[in-house]
């Protein structure tokens, strides 16, 4: 006899209710899980079985969430105290795979959001990762090498205690770059005794992997370039919008330059460069010694190439004008809802043709409705920026190993993957009777996959 459905399990708009009223203030994480139930609803409706195990009312709640203390001595000697998280989301398929965000934004919704996503994300890498998060409202802008050092430490001596090569793997996100994890590797070395790849994005000669600098970025124009191909056209020659000038964007615009692409915008938290010549190879590695090495401000650009226009954020605005330039394609690749409706209007008008997610949720729900509705393709960042923790997990391969591919390799199998992703996602897509919906193909395959590794291991 078949078991009925018990009350609430699986009611999509009661979890939407529960999860409210539990955390009334985490907007952001209401935001990713309303998007991927609105996707799955059809899926819960073919499989009665996914709602008789409560696999929603379960994939919501993270397994763990841990939060603490960090004080730290700033260079005057005055103590600071921070707040830092470790959100554990799902272990169906592995071990969680978090990226960390040190950022005064940072928060319980912000890590909760970003966890939820990289669940999905990670089971799309069809590599055997979990998916978490973790962070800290702390801000590197500013800080010297030594209080940064200081910081990463006395953030491991607390984490240490919840991550590990076959628990949860973390790696950087905004904010946490190579030096952070150069530091917080020292320690969580130094604590527990042992040389192993609890951490990812590592430096080349201590365990990293080439290309895994470089994978969020070319995997976003990778996946980006196969939704191309579907309508027979191709990078070289189009002009593109990035926004960001982070690790993200720097390698979105490396691989868009490197296909003949021409990238017209870069930006930062303070405000974007319009480079109507195109920011080329050189101009790119400026960017690079301006931010990664120099730590400057992206305003910058304007003064050393007097043929850029530089624009400051105006907070007064309710859209970027970033993304009123006209374009083929863009790419949002520095953080969440920095993509408005009233930005979605201005690409459409401008006859956008894709848009493809390099940072986690950076369109909101209305300019992502926008963007469905139209015969535009969008990337949808699960699938798009999943080449950073596809990447992650081949770094993990080779640390077991204890070999390192060539650059070579690993490229060739970020391309086979981001390939695969965009196979899978159009044939869900179409499948449950959306073809071309990226979004609900990303979020129908990765939500599939977990939830059936949800019933193979029973109530846990
Ligand atoms: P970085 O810290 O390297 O760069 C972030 C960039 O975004 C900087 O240019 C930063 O400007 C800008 N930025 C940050 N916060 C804001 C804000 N509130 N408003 C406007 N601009 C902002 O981070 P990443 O490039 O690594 O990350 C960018 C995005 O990509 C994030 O959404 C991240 O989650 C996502 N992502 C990252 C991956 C990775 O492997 N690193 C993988 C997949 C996704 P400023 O210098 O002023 O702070
Ligand atoms: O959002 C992301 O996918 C990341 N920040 C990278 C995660 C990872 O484990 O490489």
């Known amino acids: 006899m078949r078991k009925q459905v018990p009350k609430g399990k699986g009611n999509m708009s009661e979890i939407l209710e529960t999860i409210k009223a539990r955390d009334p203030h985490e907007r952001e994480f209401h935001q990713a899980v309303m998007e991927v139930l609105e996707s799955v609803k059809p899926v819960l409706d073919q499989n009665p079985q996914y709602r008789q195990a409560a696999v929603l009312d379960r994939i919501v709640e993270p397994e763990r969430i841990v939060s603490f203390r960090i004080p730290w001595l700033d260079d005057e000697g005055s103590v600071n105290v921070n707040r830092g998280f470790c959100v554990e989301m799902s272990s169906a398929i592995g071990p969680y795979k978090s990226g960390l965000r040190f950022h005064p934004s940072v928060n319980q919704s912000i890590l909760k959001f970003l966890a939820f996503e990289q669940v999905f994300k990670n089971a799309l890498t069809t590599l055997p990762l979990g998916g978490g998060a973790g962070g800290s409202d702390f801000d590197p802008k500013g800080k010297s090498d030594d209080e940064t050092m200081r910081f990463c430490q006395n953030f491991m ?37 042992e040389f192993t790849g609890a951490l990812t994005g590592k430096g080349l000669n201590w365990g990293g992997s080439l290309i895994r600098a470089q994978a969020a970025g070319y995997g976003c124009v990778y996946f980006a370039a196969e939704m191309l191909a579907t309508r027979n056209m191709a990078f070289e020659g189009q002009k593109c919008l990035v926004s960001g000038s982070g690790n993200v964007a720097q390698h979105t615009a490396e691989k868009l330059i490197e296909l003949g692409a021409k ?56 859209y970027n004008p970033l993304w009123s330039h006209r374009a083929a394609c863009a790419f949002p690749c520095a953080t969440q809802n920095e993509v408005s409706e009233k930005d979605a ?37 699960k699938a798009a920026n999943a080449g950073g923790v596809a990447v992650s997990g081949l770094e993990m391969v080779q640390n077991s190993m204890r070999l390192n591919w060539l650059g070579e390799e690993v490229d060739n199998r970020l391309k086979i993957i981001m390939k695969q992703i965009h196979h899978t996602c159009l044939d869900a897509a179409e499948a449950y009777g959306t073809p071309g919906n990226y979004a609900n193909g990303a979020n129908i395959t990765g939500f599939v996959k977990v939830v059936e590794a949800m019933l193979d291991q029973g109530v846990v």
């Open 263 to 318: 990238v017209i915008t870069l930006s930062d938290s303070s405000g974007y460069i319009h480079d109507p010549e195109g920011v080329d190879k050189d101009k790119l590695a400026y960017v690079k010694l301006l931010k990664n090495i120099r730590r400057g401000r992206i305003q910058e650009y304007a003064d050393k190439y007097p043929g850029a226009v530089y624009m400051a954020v105006d907070h007064n605005l309710d």
């Open 345 to 381: 209007y201005n690409l459409i008008n401008n006859n956008i043709k894709l848009v493809c997610e390099g940072a986690n949720m950076p369109c909101t729900p209305e300019a992502t409705d926008i963007f469905l509705d139209k015969p535009m393709l969008y990337g949808p960042a």
């Open 157 to 193: 001596t607390e984490l240490y205690l919840h991550i590990g090569v076959n628990t949860d793997i973390i790696t950087g996100d905004i904010g946490v770059g190579p030096r952070e994890i150069g530091y917080l590797f020292g320690m969580f070395k130094k604590l527990s005794n």
